[in-house]
């Protein structure tokens, strides 16, 4: 039989998913009765947000020219923060489906997921997708594809996933174009990991491209880079339900189960082998995706100890349980005065810490409190030496810093013609700086920038949403740390230093961005029986200043018989409200509060 | 037309509960009965009510009275004292209809009532109007003028023509009612001290027996909280809206008007009974579609749909009864009994904080702050605290212990509070 193994890859919404379930029909691998929409977004949050988090590889086979294909496909995710999960997913493949929706056209994770593609030596089919839509203009995008990414637009498949017209076409295509595996180079078993997940029933599944020898049911098998041996108890793949196979033959992808008890003990991008029988060299592995934004979350109730078990406690727990299933975050405890232990987590990007949070509320049962997100930040020391800090408030004494390095980003912006200007005007203002513009088609463009990570963690990309009517897409990579002229502000409230509200920002707007946070704080803290000043210092000097004004005027005007019930729940949903807040020096402070750091007026 | 989506908030769970065995043992004192047309949508407005449809006058009566009836076989009627009839617009019902309403209304009272109160819209109360009423046993009018300013008016999306309420004033002492109440508010987004001052001015010369003056409610679901959302309108400084408050208690006190109430001012023998049962946690009936009632801790409210209420068979289609927990029960009868100027009678105060300690905490501090009072015998909200009165109220609703003044841990009483502890000062 012969063997395809490809990725489909996409912008976000394009349709990867809808054509990963359109493919499982057509070859009859699921039926229209048992299949759901987006049969691979197996989390219930990528069902309800109807995104995809994580990759899957899944088998099916289909017939061309009287021979029988297995075809091995991966549904990867499609936005920026999920990245990685696309490089590793195209590393057990020869071939990708770039999937483009005729509607939308080439955008920002279209163009960063071909590269990738390219990078790896994968063969492309450009997909042209929903072309069922009236808007659809189809040959438009393939030129598209062949303006940006050289892939002839004749070459280009039309698609529906929804109606599944083109899919034969494509079916056939994949088996025609997309090479086989190459040949075993070693006689010795080589598979690379290229992706984990955890099950309750049988701990760490395994999936693993085999690249040569073989993988069997029962082999004393070692990960070459953590040294770690474990015995291969279930070798399967999922055809999309899980079957059982007695091994994984060359070329072949599939899941391994080997009584391996926390996905802390695999790392993905390591190479399985014999123990007796190892192979000299590893296969290249990735590179370990990078934390990039950091926050704290706090138990949002405070009772702390007593009979029952505190809150932070809970958090605790929902942290580790959820680690085991992604170990893409990181965490580590934090205490704070006002807001009292949690947890200092990072995340791949914005989307990324969302969801954590989500999961966290959702699946761990606690409700957070989250502080605004920021950015790791490497601080150069007079001695010499470097210290790495996630945190404004862990900045050293700024006598003993020589420098502080904030870690800076491209991006790359595809927008309609007429937004160029605004946007311009949005990056300039962020510090950015322009490196390149290019043409899309004849009315949207590529706008390349590099500029600080931590301008565009908060709402960059709402503003750009905004600014291009939602037709704007952004992608962004790391490209390394760079000193700026950084200074720590610190926030306080009633007098009292709130150090979940301090932030590091560049000197030269340091004043305007305190004043605009202070605006903020005030619009959300509440008024008080007192006068409370809020403060913005920077080394003990005050740079700005508000007041919220001691509450004059709390009284329900209208109450008559048909409103008792209503005005006293209403009084308890507010009096509810001020316990999930949190008290510092005597102020209630909301959590919204706590976000309002990186929020910026442009 | 669809009814507006502006149904007050803790309803349309379509669960039908049945009133009767209530009914039963009840001997409700008052009665208030829901008219819900308008000829128009007020934007601030959250009562139940449809844009009038004179086609549905008739079936809406129709019904109304066979609840009615209903209720005559269902209840005990002899203890009835005031009745309501409000809305929605009552006084929108052509004459004829009107008075059949207001004499099968009056009709369930076994004895002739204290107190027949009917809410009227000022540009509604023709002379014929005002003579169905007095024809009809109705003794006080409630009139709606929120402001005499038209640009203010039209802020609140509201259909009057100011000159209309001297008018309609007059039809009615001329047909003989001598008691006008006038509702106003302030705090209307705009608005000034001199514009709210020169409001209580043109109500005083019209000499009413008695003064609702409400400050703005940003009632949620209501086109004005959509207006505030975009940004078209931004409420009043909440200092001025303080400033309003504590003018118009001077400017009532001096023109010899007594406030009985947070929002209330009536001349001596004025204040309104009806509303008094309510405040101090009476029962009464509610009749038509969106009414509330309460009988012996059962609070109940009918369904706010003309349609679906029409449909029903009588008396009642309810879709909302609760009897609350006691100790929830205790919260309202604070949150209610301390809305009156005259407070809560020892009496009540000790039965309501016996087995209690955490309401007799958080009374004992809010007495010692100086935000409750004793005065002859009755414990009140202290004049300077009025207008912060929820501060005081929310802590007697949910009595967890936190009051302003300090942190007490969740549910818990400090050692050395005990239940006698006494209340004075
Ligand atoms: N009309 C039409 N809609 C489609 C088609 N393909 C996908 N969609 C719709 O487009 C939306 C996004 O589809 P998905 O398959 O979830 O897209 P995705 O690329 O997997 O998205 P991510 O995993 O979040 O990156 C869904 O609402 C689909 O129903 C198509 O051919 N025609
Ligand atoms: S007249 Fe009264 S009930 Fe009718 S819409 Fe206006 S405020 Fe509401
Ligand atoms: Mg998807």
């Not at chain 2, 050395?416 to 006494?422: M, Q, Y």
């Amino acid at each position: 039989m012969k063997v395809r193994n490809f990725s489909i890859i996409a912008h976000i919404d394009h349709g990867k998913s809808t054509l990963a379930d359109r493919l499982l029909h057509a070859t009859k691998a699921v039926d229209q009765r048992t299949g759901r929409d987006q049969m691979l977004d197996s989390m219930d949050l990528e069902r309800e947000r109807g995104i995809t988090i994580k990759s899957s590889a899944v088998t099916v086979t289909h017939e061309f020219k009287g021979e029988t294909y297995q075809l091995n496909f991966i549904d990867t995710p499609g936005h920026v923060d999920f990245t990685y999960e696309v490089s590793r997913a195209l590393t057990a493949c020869e071939g990708a489906v770039l999937v483009v929706d005729s509607t939308q056209g080439v955008q920002a994770q279209t163009v960063a997921n071909a590269y990738l593609a390219v990078d790896n030596d994968l063969e492309l089919i450009p997909v042209v997708n929903k072309i069922d839509l009236p808007a659809a203009d189809p040959d438009g995008v393939a030129m598209e594809i062949e303006q940006v990414l050289g892939l002839p637009a004749e070459d280009a498949i039309y698609v529906s996933a929804k109606s599944g017209k083109g899919i034969p076409e494509l079916l056939d295509a994949i088996c025609d174009e997309f090479p086989d595996p190459p040949p075993a180079t070693t006689d010795k078993l080589r598979a690379l990991i290229f992706d984990s997940n955890y099950d309750d029933y049988r701990g760490v599944v395994v999936f693993v491209r085999v690249f040569d020898g073989e993988l069997k049911v029962g082999d004393k098998i070692r990960m070459m880079g953590t040294g770690r041996t474990f015995t291969v108890t279930e070798l399967g793949r999922y055809t999309p339900f899980p079957e059982k196979l007695k091994r994984i033959g060359q070329g072949e992808v599939g899941y391994m189960v080997a009584a391996i008890k926390t996905l802390g003990d695999v790392r993905v991008g390591d190479t399985v082998t014999l123990e007796h029988d190892a192979a000299r060299e590893a296969l290249p592995g990735y590179e370990e995706p990078k934390q990039m934004v950091f926050c704290d979350f706090y138990p949002a109730t405070g009772s702390e100890g007593g009979g029952k078990r505190s809150d932070f406690e809970s958090l605790r727990e929902a942290v580790e349980r959820l680690h085991i299933n992604d170990a893409s975050f990181t965490y580590e405890v934090q205490h704070s005065e006002a807001l009292g232990f949690g947890f200092r987590c990072g995340f791949l990007g914005l989307l990324h810490m969302d969801i954590v949070q989500e999961r966290l509320e959702r699946e761990g049962g606690v409700d957070i409190v989250q502080t605004a997100p920021t950015v790791s930040y490497m601080v150069d020391l007079n001695d010499g030496s470097t210290v790495e800090i996630h945190n404004p408030a862990d900045l050293p004494d700024m006598s003993k810093v020589q420098a502080i390095r904030e870690p800076m980003v491209k991006i790359e912006v595809i927008c309609p013609e007429e937004n160029i200007g605004d946007l311009m005007k949005l990056a300039e203002g962020r510090r950015g700086i322009f490196k390149g513009q290019r043409y899309v088609s004849d009315t949207r463009q590529i706008l390349d920038y590099e500029l600080p990570l931590a301008e565009i963690i908060y709402d960059f990309y709402d503003k750009l949403k905004s600014i291009t009517r939602g037709y704007g897409t952004m992608d962004y990579e790391i490209i390394g740390y760079e000193v700026e002229n950084l200074a720590r502000v610190e926030i306080l409230i009633n007098g009292a230093p709130v150090e979940a509200l301090s932030l590091i920002c560049h000197r030269s707007n340091a004043e305007y961005r305190s004043r605009l946070i202070l605006q903020k704080l005030r619009k959300q803290i509440d008024r008080h029986q007192f006068e409370i000043p809020l403060q913005a210092a920077i080394g003990g000097k005050i740079i700005a200043r508000e007041t919220i004004k001691a509450l004059r005027k709390n009284v329900t005007a209208k109450c008559y018989g048909g409103d008792v019930t209503r005005k006293r729940k209403l009084l308890e949903k507010q009096k509810e409200g001020k316990k999930r807040m949190k008290n510092v020096g005597s102020v209630n402070i909301p959590q919204e509060a706590f976000m309002a750091v990186l929020e910026q007026e442009d | 037309m669809d009814d507006p989506p502006s149904i007050p908030l803790p309803l349309g769970r379509d669960r039908r509960d049945d009133l009767s065995p209530h009914l039963r043992d009840a001997r409700p004192e008052a009665i208030y009965a829901h008219v819900p047309f308008c000829r128009h949508k007020c934007h601030y407005c959250d009562f139940y009510s449809l844009v009038d449809q004179r086609d549905r006058q008739p079936a809406f009566v129709d019904r109304l009275l066979r609840e009615a009836d209903r209720l005559k076989e269902l209840t005990r009627l002899d203890g009835v004292e005031t009745i309501f009839v409000g809305g929605g617009t009552p006084t929108l019902l052509d004459p004829p209809l009107l008075a059949r309403t207001l004499r099968s209304i009056r009709s369930l009272a076994t004895r002739p009532p204290q107190e027949f109160t009917v809410e009227a819209n000022p540009e509604t109360v023709t002379a014929e109007v005002a003579q169905t009423l007095r024809d009809s046993g109705v003794d006080r009018v409630s009139m709606g003028c929120q402001s005499f300013h038209p640009d203010h008016l039209k802020t609140l999306e509201r259909w009057h023509d100011p000159a209309c309420v001297p008018i309609a004033v007059d039809h009615l002492r001329n047909a003989g009612i001598q008691r006008v109440s006038l509702d106003l508010i302030f705090g209307i987004p705009g608005s000034t001290l001199e514009d709210w001052l020169g409001d209580l001015e043109t109500a005083l010369a019209l000499d009413p027996a008695h003064l609702s003056c409400y400050g703005l409610v940003f009632e949620p679901a209501t086109p004005l909280v959509e207006k505030r959302r975009l940004g078209t309108i931004a409420p009043i400084d909440e200092d001025l809206e303080a400033e309003m408050f504590e003018a118009t208690r001077e400017r009532l006190v001096a023109a010899g008007f007594e406030q009985y109430e947070i929002s209330n001012w009536a001349k001596p023998g004025e204040r309104c009974r009806h509303n008094l049962v309510y405040w101090r946690n009476g029962d009464w009936l509610g009749l038509g579609p969106a009414a509330a009632g309460h009988l012996r801790g059962v609070r109940y409210r009918q369904v706010p749909r003309l349609e679906e209420w029409l449909d029903s068979t009588p008396p009642a289609p309810v879709v909302d009864l609760e009897r609350a927990e006691p100790s929830v029960q205790r919260g309202e009868r604070w949150m209610m009994g301390l809305r009156l100027r005259d407070g809560m009678p020892r009496d009540v105060v000790e039965s309501l904080l016996e087995d209690d300690p955490a309401r007799r905490l958080v009374v004992k501090r809010h007495l010692e702050a100086g935000r409750l009072e004793w005065r002859d015998e009755r414990l009140r909200i202290s004049d300077g605290a009025l207008v912060v009165a929820d501060l005081v109220v929310s802590d007697l609703v949910v009595p967890d212990g936190v009051v302003p003044d300090g942190v007490v841990p969740d549910g818990a009483v400090p050692d050395g509070v005990r239940p006698d502890e006494t209340l004075n000062p």
